[in-house]
């Protein structure tokens, strides 16, 4: 037997880096060899059971729609068998099947290896879920990176995904060798196998990229190996101008980018290697492109390997400079990196790209990305004294040749316009589209340069004004012009020298363009108001002129990208100008239904937050039409969600539907007071919403709970009843994750209408049943939290309401979830809360219920372990509710005239356990009193001359470099003393309120805890003595402050409800017509 590539390597203990071949070869146990005709597995301990024929047929079969789903469920038997995945790897790589089977094969490989790799841990009394069996998992490993090496573009795609879930998983510890066999490829002369094994060292490094320092230590290591071996790679390859070479070298510096995009591994840096691979970048992204790629369509050039390859080198060259060779704005770490690459690289690097910029100018090709990338890395060295000595020479050339053609209208763009212009509109509304456009990196250069050096703004002013003012000028020049000064205009309003100029310059240059024929010029009209909008109008007829332009396009232009552009004027013009509102006032109904006919054309996310923000400024105006308004956009909804989840544009579908539930919830709450239009606006949302669920479209749920929840603040309609079932159903199905969100919504059927909850035993078991599910299942302690949370909430809502058969139920579930592990406080006291609320409901029912619990491999009383767990746990209650609530129990078990033992053997902790929660409601209480009054204050903006820097200056991030400091030293910090503050803020869940909170209840906490220790001291002396004999002085000074505290808010309390019954009653005198002084004085005869 004969074949060019040994696919089996098995796994070793080793470190040395790399193995000989030799080495590699000794160990092989078995061999996949390839020829043209066969694949065949041989294996020294035995052949493989499972026969593959059967597993091909059923692979032909998902791609023939009839048998597709007999296929599958044949797969979906089969997948756990051992050596099924072996088998497939053996399909995946066979020669002799066509290449549909062995794709689809390598599709199923890389779901079930996504799926089954990882050891999952089995949920309490579950069967531990399945997992890849050992043997394949190492047949995998011993195979995958030869698979990689030898398969076809399609294939390998798929197993670079599985290669990565392996390596995420099992290196280094139960995979080391995947190190030792890319160094060995990596070192072999056979160019063939250097993409492949390439492109597994990526995926290796890609596991790390994110990782913090600390825990890229393994990566670090084996890249003292790799590093060296990739440089002396691309030196060899720089003499080979083929494809194959240059799709090589892209692929290095893809890995080298992954290793360095946020973290700088400097331990791998040396003086010697930094100037090597600096010289290496420099090179690929100055030499010339072969003549011939000139002959491939324009639109596809930027896809070749070239540029690719330039476009990496810049990737990395800009992030370099960018995040660890910028002196002042960089972590003390890269401090002497920083420095070391400012002086000796940033310039010969910049005069590279200098060229690139030159090339460009002259009307040579650059790829898109590259100019991008290059813009970039020129942005960064004008914030430098010595890359902008060499850079200001050139930069009005580039403003002016470079900056200047990128920010016209092109041909491109015309050509999508007529074509297509709602492309146009998601293009250029596209925030992914502005990472990756020269245009904005164009538009960023041209504000940092105007903005931090002095003579740039004013030249380039004066070049804008040349073009504007020039009679004969061709449109698309004058739209290049304005779209630099509105990106400039941040700037222009602060500096005294042109902020005044700027109503004219509306005036004279941007007015008159809503007039033009051109569609493009009334857009970049709308967009110049935009950026301008704060503009100080000293004439309110320009003011109005500009609103009136705006409106009249927005409503009346036959062009979809103009309307769009006048749209977002019109809301920023009214949000920043006073005046705007009132003058608009008039219009609302057709501005608005001009929005909602935008929205449902355009289908886009920017024009659902202009009416929403249009909606809260004209919350009066928009009642009337709020019911039309929301049928209008129930209509887009189901629109927009028509479009498949794998068809073009879908996710930009999906947030512009976001957006109009967000706005559908927006009109709700403004017309909360409408009780009539509230409920017309149900059966419209209950339709959207019914439509999201019964559909299953789950990335809706979190938006569509928010109606339901708008739609039940204020009472709970029987329509909103029958949709609890559907709720739970979903819950049950698809919803679990959802929890958190549903919480609001049946927070509301608790407490909003407390009557029909009680009415039906069903609502209430639907509730106890999903937070039961949770509190048992994997949801995490987050929803686990949420869920205790709402068992409290009901226990609270219906005190005296007889739902005592409820109560040893809600207490099991939590203090059940106790009994397994939890890594929160938060979740540990939330529990605890459910049982302290039954204390609160009743006393006898819950020592009862505690008596009566039992729990696996729990010896001790559960009344016992939950009153110690309380008292220990005491400081973890925070904010106001969970303290008042403890407050509320401790009084209820202090009361108590037959107690357990265990409260009667903690006597002397509980006083000042309450003291401690007492200090703690105080803080509580004045936070939340110093948030009611706390008032926005708006800053004026100066003039900023000062931010510009001299010519030898370096601009530094001063508060950045701070700031970081300030977290490196809290992070070396133990944090010994107590932020009271932190202490004192709401908790998460304290938006949940209950009875308990309600202030209309009375129910005092300071007034019920003195009334019950009076009541103890004068009824009960022994337990007083019990509970008070240990107390400190200090103990004693709090108990007082609390009982004068309490009078405090008795007093406050009555004379607030004097004031609600209309204040003090003074019957007014009777006034003697007469007077006489002489007679005896009234009762003292």
């Given at each position: 037997?004969?074949?060019?590539?040994?696919?089996?390597?098995?796994?070793?203990?080793?470190?040395?880096?790399?193995?000989?071949?030799?080495?590699?070869?000794?160990?092989?146990?078995?061999?996949?060899?390839?020829?043209?005709?066969?694949?065949?597995?041989?294996?020294?301990?035995?052949?493989?059971?499972?026969?593959?024929?059967?597993?091909?047929?059923?692979?032909?079969?998902?791609?023939?729609?009839?048998?597709?789903?007999?296929?599958?469920?044949?797969?979906?038997?089969?997948?756990?068998?051992?050596?099924?995945?072996?088998?497939?790897?053996?399909?995946?790589?066979?020669?002799?099947?066509?290449?549909?089977?062995?794709?689809?094969?390598?599709?199923?490989?890389?779901?079930?290896?996504?799926?089954?790799?990882?050891?999952?841990?089995?949920?309490?009394?579950?069967?531990?879920?399945?997992?890849?069996?050992?043997?394949?998992?190492?047949?995998?490993?011993?195979?995958?990176?030869?698979?990689?090496?030898?398969?076809?573009?399609?294939?390998?795609?798929?197993?670079?995904?599985?290669?990565?879930?392996?390596?995420?998983?099992?290196?280094?510890?139960?995979?080391?060798?995947?190190?030792?066999?890319?160094?060995?490829?990596?070192?072999?002369?056979?160019?063939?196998?250097?993409?492949?094994?390439?492109?597994?060292?990526?995926?290796?490094?890609?596991?790390?990229?994110?990782?913090?320092?600390?825990?890229?230590?393994?990566?670090?290591?084996?890249?003292?190996?790799?590093?060296?071996?990739?440089?002396?790679?691309?030196?060899?390859?720089?003499?080979?101008?083929?494809?194959?070479?240059?799709?090589?070298?892209?692929?290095?510096?893809?890995?080298?980018?992954?290793?360095?995009?946020?973290?700088?591994?400097?331990?791998?840096?040396?003086?010697?290697?930094?100037?090597?691979?600096?010289?290496?970048?420099?090179?690929?992204?100055?030499?010339?492109?072969?003549?011939?790629?000139?002959?491939?369509?324009?639109?596809?050039?930027?896809?070749?390997?070239?540029?690719?390859?330039?476009?990496?080198?810049?990737?990395?060259?800009?992030?370099?400079?960018?995040?660890?060779?910028?002196?002042?704005?960089?972590?003390?770490?890269?401090?002497?990196?920083?420095?070391?690459?400012?002086?000796?690289?940033?310039?010969?690097?910049?005069?590279?790209?200098?060229?690139?910029?030159?090339?460009?100018?002259?009307?040579?090709?650059?790829?898109?990305?590259?100019?991008?990338?290059?813009?970039?890395?020129?942005?960064?060295?004008?914030?430098?004294?010595?890359?902008?000595?060499?850079?200001?020479?050139?930069?009005?050339?580039?403003?002016?040749?470079?900056?200047?053609?990128?920010?016209?209208?092109?041909?491109?763009?015309?050509?999508?316009?007529?074509?297509?212009?709602?492309?146009?509109?998601?293009?250029?509304?596209?925030?992914?589209?502005?990472?990756?456009?020269?245009?904005?990196?164009?538009?960023?250069?041209?504000?940092?340069?105007?903005?931090?050096?002095?003579?740039?703004?004013?030249?380039?002013?004066?070049?804008?004004?040349?073009?504007?003012?020039?009679?004969?000028?061709?449109?698309?020049?004058?739209?290049?012009?304005?779209?630099?000064?509105?990106?400039?205009?941040?700037?222009?309003?602060?500096?005294?020298?042109?902020?005044?100029?700027?109503?004219?310059?509306?005036?004279?240059?941007?007015?008159?363009?809503?007039?033009?024929?051109?569609g493009y010029m009334r857009a970049r009209a709308c967009w110049v108001l935009h950026y301008f909008c704060e503009v100080k109008f000293k004439n309110d007829q320009n003011l109005q002129t500009a609103?009136?332009?705006?409106?009249?396009?927005?409503?009346?232009?036959?062009?979809?990208?103009?309307?769009?552009?006048?749209?977002?004027?019109?809301?920023?013009?009214?949000?920043?100008?006073?005046?705007?509102?009132?003058?608009?006032?008039?219009?609302?109904?057709?501005?608005?239904?001009?929005?909602?006919?935008?929205?449902?054309?355009?289908?886009?996310?920017?024009?659902?937050?202009?009416?929403?923000?249009?909606?809260?400024?004209?919350?009066?105006?928009?009642?009337?039409?709020?019911?039309?308004?929301?049928?209008?956009?129930?209509?887009?909804?189901?629109?927009?969600?028509?479009?498949?989840?794998?068809?073009?544009?879908?996710?930009?579908?999906?947030?512009?539907?976001?957006?109009?539930?967000?706005?559908?919830?927006?009109?709700?709450?403004?017309?909360?007071?409408?009780?009539?239009?509230?409920?017309?606006?149900?059966?419209?949302?209950?339709?959207?919403?019914?439509?999201?669920?019964?559909?299953?479209?789950?990335?809706?749920?979190?938006?569509?709970?928010?109606?339901?929840?708008?739609?039940?603040?204020?009472?709970?309609?029987?329509?909103?009843?029958?949709?609890?079932?559907?709720?739970?159903?979903?819950?049950?199905?698809?919803?679990?994750?959802?929890?958190?969100?549903?919480?609001?919504?049946?927070?509301?059927?608790?407490?909003?209408?407390?009557?029909?909850?009680?009415?039906?035993?069903?609502?209430?078991?639907?509730?106890?049943?999903?937070?039961?599910?949770?509190?048992?299942?994997?949801?995490?302690?987050?929803?686990?939290?949420?869920?205790?949370?709402?068992?409290?909430?009901?226990?609270?809502?219906?005190?005296?309401?007889?739902?005592?058969?409820?109560?040893?139920?809600?207490?099991?579930?939590?203090?059940?979830?106790?009994?397994?592990?939890?890594?929160?406080?938060?979740?540990?006291?939330?529990?605890?809360?459910?049982?302290?609320?039954?204390?609160?409901?009743?006393?006898?029912?819950?020592?009862?219920?505690?008596?009566?619990?039992?729990?696996?491999?729990?010896?001790?009383?559960?009344?016992?372990?939950?009153?110690?767990?309380?008292?220990?746990?005491?400081?973890?209650?925070?904010?106001?509710?969970?303290?008042?609530?403890?407050?509320?129990?401790?009084?209820?078990?202090?009361?108590?005239?037959?107690?357990?033992?265990?409260?009667?053997?903690?006597?002397?902790?509980?006083?000042?356990?309450?003291?401690?929660?007492?200090?703690?409601?105080?803080?509580?209480?004045?936070?939340?009193?110093?948030?009611?009054?706390?008032?926005?204050?708006?800053?004026?903006?100066?003039?900023?001359?000062?931010?510009?820097?001299?010519?030898?200056?370096?601009?530094?991030?001063?508060?950045?470099?701070?700031?970081?400091?300030?977290?490196?030293?809290?992070?070396?910090?133990?944090?010994?003393?107590?932020?009271?503050?932190?202490?004192?803020?709401?908790?998460?869940?304290?938006?949940?309120?209950?009875?308990?909170?309600?202030?209309?209840?009375?129910?005092?906490?300071?007034?019920?805890?003195?009334?019950?220790?009076?009541?103890?001291?004068?009824?009960?002396?022994?337990?007083?003595?019990?509970?008070?004999?240990?107390?400190?002085?200090?103990?004693?000074?709090?108990?007082?402050?609390?009982?004068?505290?309490?009078?405090?808010?008795?007093?406050?309390?009555?004379?607030?409800?004097?004031?609600?019954?209309?204040?003090?009653?003074?019957?007014?005198?009777?006034?003697?017509?007469?007077?006489?002084f002489g007679g005896s004085a009234p009762g003292m005869n």
């Amino acid at each position: 037997m004969t074949g060019s590539l040994a696919l089996v390597y098995p796994g070793s203990a080793r470190d040395a880096l790399p193995l000989a071949p030799a080495a590699v070869e000794a160990q092989l146990p078995y061999f996949l060899f390839f020829n043209q005709t066969s694949i065949v597995f041989e294996s020294a301990a035995e052949k493989l059971p499972m026969d593959p024929t059967k597993i091909i047929e059923a692979l032909r079969g998902t791609m023939d729609p009839a048998l597709r789903e007999a296929a599958e469920r044949q797969l979906n038997e089969a997948n756990k068998a051992v050596t099924f995945v072996s088998t497939l790897l053996q399909i995946t790589m066979s020669d002799q099947l066509d290449l549909p089977v062995r794709q689809a094969g390598v599709i199923y490989l890389k779901n079930t290896i996504t799926q089954y790799w990882a050891e999952r841990e089995a949920t309490s009394g579950d069967v531990p879920p399945f997992t890849i069996p050992e043997e394949d998992q190492q047949f995998i490993r011993d195979n995958i990176i030869e698979a990689i090496i030898q398969s076809p573009e399609l294939i390998r795609v798929q197993l670079t995904t599985c290669i990565h879930q392996i390596i995420k998983h099992d290196y280094p510890v139960r995979w080391p060798a995947v190190a030792d066999k890319i160094g060995y490829y990596l070192q072999s002369d056979n160019s063939a196998y250097w993409l492949g094994i390439l492109l597994c060292l990526y995926q290796l490094v890609k596991n790390y990229e994110y990782k913090k320092t600390e825990e890229r230590s393994p990566l670090v290591a084996a890249m003292q190996h790799f590093l060296p071996m990739m440089k002396d790679r691309f030196v060899q390859l720089l003499s080979d101008p083929s494809d194959h070479s240059v799709l090589i070298q892209k692929q290095i510096f893809k890995i080298f980018y992954a290793l360095v995009q946020y973290t700088l591994p400097l331990e791998l840096i040396s003086q010697q290697n930094l100037t090597e691979w600096m010289e290496i970048l420099k090179t690929v992204v100055d030499r010339d492109v072969p003549p011939e790629t000139l002959q491939v369509d324009e639109d596809d050039r930027p896809e070749l390997p070239w540029w690719k390859c330039k476009k990496w080198a810049l990737h990395i060259l800009a992030r370099l400079f960018e995040r660890y060779g910028s002196p002042g704005n960089v972590s003390k770490e890269y401090n002497e990196f920083a420095e070391v690459f400012l002086k000796g690289y940033a310039v010969s690097i910049q005069q590279v790209l200098l060229k690139v910029l030159y090339q460009y100018k002259e009307k040579q090709y650059v790829a898109p990305r590259v100019l991008q990338q290059t813009l970039n890395y020129i942005n960064q060295g004008v914030a430098h004294a010595v890359t902008w000595k060499n850079l200001k020479p050139h930069i009005q050339g580039i403003i002016q040749d470079v900056v200047f053609p990128l920010m016209c209208y092109t041909d491109a763009d015309e050509e999508l316009w007529q074509e297509d212009p709602y492309e146009y509109i998601r293009m250029k509304f596209d925030v992914f589209e502005d990472f990756i456009s020269p245009t904005t990196a164009a538009q960023t250069l041209l504000y940092t340069a105007c903005s931090k050096r002095k003579e740039v703004l004013q030249k380039t002013m004066g070049f804008c004004y040349q073009i504007l003012t020039e009679p004969t000028v061709d449109p698309r020049k004058k739209d290049g012009a304005l779209h630099m000064i509105g990106s400039l205009a941040e700037v222009l309003l602060k500096k005294k020298i042109y902020k005044d100029q700027m109503e004219f310059m509306l005036q004279n240059h941007v007015f008159p363009l809503f007039s033009s024929e051109l569609g493009y010029m009334r857009a970049r009209a709308c967009w110049v108001l935009h950026y301008f909008c704060e503009v100080k109008f000293k004439n309110d007829q320009n003011l109005q002129t500009a609103l009136e332009l705006t409106r009249r396009c927005l409503i009346e232009d036959k062009e979809m990208p103009v309307k769009v552009e006048a749209a977002i004027a019109l809301q920023v013009l009214i949000s920043n100008q006073e005046k705007a509102k009132e003058y608009i006032k008039p219009f609302i109904r057709p501005v608005m239904q001009a929005l909602l006919h935008i929205v449902r054309e355009t289908e886009n996310d920017d024009l659902t937050n202009v009416i929403q923000k249009m909606i809260c400024e004209y919350s009066e105006e928009v009642t009337p039409i709020a019911v039309e308004m929301t049928q209008h956009l129930a209509m887009t909804f189901n629109q927009v969600i028509q479009t498949g989840p794998d068809e073009e544009g879908s996710d930009d579908k999906a947030v512009t539907a976001m957006g109009i539930l967000n706005t559908i919830d927006t009109l709700l709450t403004v017309v909360e007071d409408h009780k009539e239009i509230t409920q017309q606006l149900e059966g419209i949302c209950l339709q959207v919403i019914g439509t999201v669920l019964q559909q299953h479209v789950l990335e809706f749920y979190e938006e569509i709970l928010s109606l339901a929840h708008s739609l039940t603040c204020q009472q709970v309609s029987l329509q909103m009843w029958q949709l609890l079932p559907l709720v739970f159903e979903v819950f049950q199905q698809d919803g679990f994750d959802y929890y958190t969100d549903m919480m609001p919504l049946l927070h509301n059927y608790i407490t909003v209408d407390t009557d029909t909850l009680l009415s039906d035993t069903k609502y209430l078991e639907m509730i106890y049943s999903m937070c039961k599910k949770v509190l048992t299942g994997d949801a995490g302690e987050d929803a686990e939290c949420h869920a205790a949370k709402l068992l409290e909430v009901i226990i609270l809502q219906c005190k005296g309401r007889g739902i005592d058969q409820c109560i040893p139920l809600f207490v099991e579930a939590a203090l059940e979830r106790l009994t397994r592990e939890v890594k929160t406080s938060e979740l540990r006291t939330m529990c605890l809360q459910v049982a302290i609320a039954a204390l609160y409901y009743n006393p006898i029912l819950l020592l009862n219920t505690l008596e009566n619990l039992h729990f696996p491999n729990n010896t001790e009383p559960i009344t016992t372990q939950f009153v110690n767990q309380w008292l220990n746990d005491v400081d973890c209650f925070l904010g106001l509710h969970d303290r008042k609530m403890c407050v509320l129990g401790l009084c209820a078990l202090i009361e108590l005239k037959q107690r357990p033992q265990i409260v009667n053997q903690v006597a002397g902790q509980i006083l000042p356990a309450l003291t401690l929660l007492f200090g703690g409601l105080k803080r509580a209480y004045a936070c939340r009193a110093e948030h009611e009054n706390d008032s926005d204050e708006d800053e004026d903006g100066e003039d900023d001359d000062e931010n510009e820097l001299g010519s030898d200056e370096d601009d530094i991030d001063e508060d950045g470099q701070e700031y970081l400091e300030m977290l490196a030293k809290q992070a070396g910090e133990d944090g010994d003393e107590e932020d009271w503050e932190d202490d004192a803020e709401e908790t998460a869940l304290e938006g949940y309120c209950t009875i308990v909170d309600n202030e209309d209840s009375n129910i005092d906490e300071y007034q019920i805890f003195k009334s019950v220790l009076q009541t103890i001291q004068n009824c009960d002396p022994t337990w007083y003595q019990a509970l008070t004999c240990n107390l400190t002085d200090e103990h004693r000074k709090q108990l007082q402050d609390i009982g004068t505290l309490a009078d405090q808010r008795r007093a406050a309390l009555e004379s607030k409800m004097i004031e609600k019954h209309g204040g003090y009653k003074f019957n007014a005198p009777v006034v003697p017509a007469s007077f006489n002084f002489g007679g005896s004085a009234p009762g003292m005869n």
